[in-house]
C-alpha cells in the first residue's frame, strides 16, 4: 500500500526448517551433518542461478557483522560461524541462512506493506527445500523447530515500521499492549532483543501453531494496516499542535548532521530519523528515499570499516561524521 510507504518500510517473510533424522545445530553429531546440511541447500538453490554463497568461516568478523548491519544475516549466525552458511540473491531480497537455531532459515523482504508479495517469492524456494530434503514435519505439530514459538507454518511475518508520531505523542504502550492482545510481539530495529532505536519498530506474530499461512499474513496485515492510520493521523496532530517544536528539532538534527565533526552511531541513527520524520511532514526533501535508508547501516561500524581505515573509535566517529555530512548534502535538502 503505497500511501503507507514512509510508515511501513519493509515487509518480510521468514520460514524456519530443519532436516529430519539431525540434531539441532548446537547437538549436531558432527562437522558432517553441517556440511550435508549446506551442501543440500546450496544444490537446491542453484536451480535458482540468482544467489551468492558465503561460508561464514571464509568471512573475517567485521565482514560478517556488517551483513548482520544490513539486515542480510543474525547474531546467531555469527555465532555458528564455524559451521554456518549464507545464500543471498543478487538483489538481496532472499536470503537462506544455514546452521543458524534452526538448520535452514529462509526468508524475502520487500520495501514497503505487502507481506504477500514476500511470501509468494519465498513460497518458491521453500516448495524446491520440502521437495528435495526430508524436512522435519509432525502431523499435528507442523514443522519442527529448535524454538516452541516457530512450530506449525514456521512462518515469521513482520514489518518494520516507522512510528516517530506514535513514539513522540507517547502511544507506543498502549500499541505494545494491543499487539500483546492480538497474538503479536514488538522489538528494535534488529529484531530480538534489540532497541528501539530512530523510531523503527519490528512487528510480527508471536506464534504460528494452528495457524495457515494466509492467516497469520492477514492477522499481522490488519493491525498494521490500523498501525499506518493511527501514525498517519498523529503526525497531522503534531503539526497542527506543534509545528515549530518539530520544525526545530528536524532542522537542527538536519543541520548536525551537515557540520558535526564526530559522530557516534546511536546519535546518527536518531539524527536520520529526524531527518526522515522532517521529510514526511513536508520541512525536508531527501530526494532518493532507499539511498537515504541505507545510510543507517553504511554509517555503522562494520560498514565503515569495510570502506574505510581507521584504528580506533574517536577516529571512527569523525570518519562516520564526515561521511554521512557528504551523503546529507546529496540526498536531502532543505523545503
Do not use: W
Not at 532436516?19 to 549436531?28: C, I, R
Not at 554456518?84 to 532472499?94: G, P, R, T, Y
Request: charged share 30%; glycine share 6%.
Amino acid at each position: 500500500m503505497e500511501i503507507f510507504d514512509s510508515i511501513a518500510i519493509t515487509s518480510r517473510i521468514r520460514l524456519a526448517r530443519n532436516v529430519e533424522g539431525l540434531n539441532f545445530f548446537t547437538k549436531l553429531q558432527s562437522d558432517i551433518d553441517a556440511q550435508y546440511i549446506t551442501g543440500s541447500v546450496m544444490r537446491t538453490l542453484e536451480k535458482f542461478d540468482s544467489f551468492n554463497f558465503f561460508s561464514l568461516k571464509d568471512l573475517s568478523l567485521n565482514e560478517c557483522n556488517a551483513l548482520f548491519e544490513q539486515h542480510l544475516i543474525s547474531k546467531e549466525l555469527i555465532e555458528n560461524k564455524d559451521i554456518s552458511s549464507v545464500a543471498i540473491s543478487e538483489d538481496e531480497k532472499i536470503i537462506v541462512m544455514i546452521n543458524e537455531e534452526d538448520h535452514i532459515r529462509e526468508q524475502c523482504l520487500e520495501q514497503g506493506f505487502n507481506l504477500y508479495k514476500p511470501y509468494r517469492r519465498i513460497n518458491e524456494i521453500d516448495d524446491e527445500i520440502l521437495a528435495s530434503m526430508p524436512i522435519a514435519f509432525d502431523r499435528d505439530l507442523g514443522f519442527i523447530t529448535a524454538s516452541p514459538s516457530n512450530l506449525g507454518t514456521g512462518m515469521r511475518a513482520s514489518v518494520m515500521c516507522f512510528l516517530p508520531a506514535c513514539q513522540l505523542s507517547g502511544n507506543m504502550e498502549d500499541i505494545l499492549q494491543r499487539a500483546k492482545d492480538s497474538g503479536l510481539t514488538v522489538r528494535g530495529i534488529y529484531g530480538e532483543g534489540s532497541k528501539a532505536l530512530g523510531h523503527f519498530y519490528q512487528i510480527s506474530n508471536q506464534g504460528s501453531l494452528g495457524m495457515s499461512e494466509d492467516e497469520i499474513i492477514d492477522k499481522v496485515s490488519e493491525f498494521i494496516y490500523a498501525l499506518c492510520q493511527q501514525e498517519r493521523d498523529l503526525r497531522e496532530v503534531l503539526l497542527e499542535k506543534n509545528y515549530d517544536l518539530y520544525k526545530d528539532k528536524c532542522l537542527r538534527a538536519y543541520g548536525t548532521l551537515l557540520y558535526s565533526h564526530i559522530l557516534e552511531e546511536e546519535e546518527m541513527i536518531e539524527l536520520l530519523s529526524l531527518v526522515k520524520l522532517g521529510s514526511v511532514l513536508g520541512f525536508l526533501d531527501i530526494t532518493n528515499e532507499q539511498k537515504f535508508q541505507k545510510l543507517y547501516y553504511q554509517g555503522m561500524s562494520a560498514n565503515l570499516k569495510e570502506v574505510f581505515d581507521f584504528s580506533d573509535k574517536k577516529e571512527e566517529n569523525i570518519v562516520r561524521a564526515e561521511y554521512i555530512s557528504t551523503k546529507i548534502k546529496e540526498l536531502t535538502k532543505e523545503v
